[in-house]
């Protein structure tokens, strides 16, 4: 079996519909997304139609949390630490009616299941919270420290909009499947990947695909809330994850 796992599409319509067309030229029989679909991106409205509209198991993101949960407590505490975001949650919501809130909010954490003899467990950040950074680089003791308590033989996350991979000395393997809509690499392509199941094994690889970031860009300078400027830079020069 060949999946498609996505994540982070962040309202960005126009890097997904090249990711799907991607992924189906990959072959894939499914595709999972953990979450993540709409806050601070180019087209809120019509991306959260369009994955509405999609035969897809999905798990929410901490985004998708937020906006279901929105309201002064929730501005409240992104202005003190992301004031752009609090920014574009606001204006978010001018898009997002309560058929959309009720939607992100019936999402679930996250999934666990076996798919060819294989346990495989879907979240946003980590096991452990849907806000946990799963990033390059880490110490493989921190990785192990936080999939503890799973014993599934490959993890899948996203939140961070950096793919990587680890393989830990319990034989479990964690990817971050990177990030559709916000890509935080020095090259900001879109990024998914593609795993192969069979006899029990699997194969992960990510894919790398380009799309118009320019129109994205301007999409979202035309939202006009402060800051949308920078959100736009991002998406052609990311430079910082969180703003």
């Keep these: 079996m060949r999946i498609a796992v996505i994540s982070d599409i962040h309202a960005n319509l126009l890097a997904l519909q090249e990711v799907l067309k991607d992924i ?7 595709i999972f997304c953990l979450g993540d679909i709409v806050l601070a991106g180019p087209q809120p409205k019509e991306t959260l139609d369009f ?6 198991t999905i798990i929410q993101g901490n985004t998708d949390k937020l906006i279901s949960e929105f309201g002064p407590d929730v501005v409240e505490m992104m202005e003190g630490k992301y004031p752009i975001m609090a920014k574009a949650i606001v204006d978010d919501m001018n898009y997002v009616d309560e058929d ?10 996250m999934m666990q299941m076996e798919i060819e003899g294989v346990k495989v467990l879907f979240v ?7 806000n946990e950074d799963i990033l390059p680089n880490k110490p493989l003791e921190s990785i ?3 999939i503890s308590d799973t014993d599934a033989a490959l993890i899948l996350c996203g939140h961070t909009h950096i793919p990587c991979g680890y393989q830990t000395n319990s034989k479990q393997t964690v990817v971050n499947v990177g990030s559709v809509g916000r890509p935080m690499t020095p090259t900001p392509l879109a990024c998914y990947v593609v795993i192969d199941f069979k006899d029990d094994t699997f194969n992960v690889k990510h894919k790398f695909v380009d799309y118009n970031r ?14 949308a400027d920078k ?7 990311p430079v910082e994850r969180h703003v």
């Design 24 to 30: 189906q030229n990959e072959g894939c029989e499914f």
């Design 51 to 56: 994955v509405r509209q999609q035969n897809w």
């Design 100 to 109: 959309g809130k009720d939607f992100l909010a019936s999402l679930p954490p």
């Design 124 to 130: 946003h950040g980590s096991p452990r919270a849907n």
């Design 144 to 146: 192990e420290e936080i």
């Design 214 to 227: 320019e129109a994205a860009a301007e999409l979202v300078r035309n939202r006009n809330f402060e800051g």
């Design 231 to 237: 959100l736009a830079e991002l998406l052609i020069n």
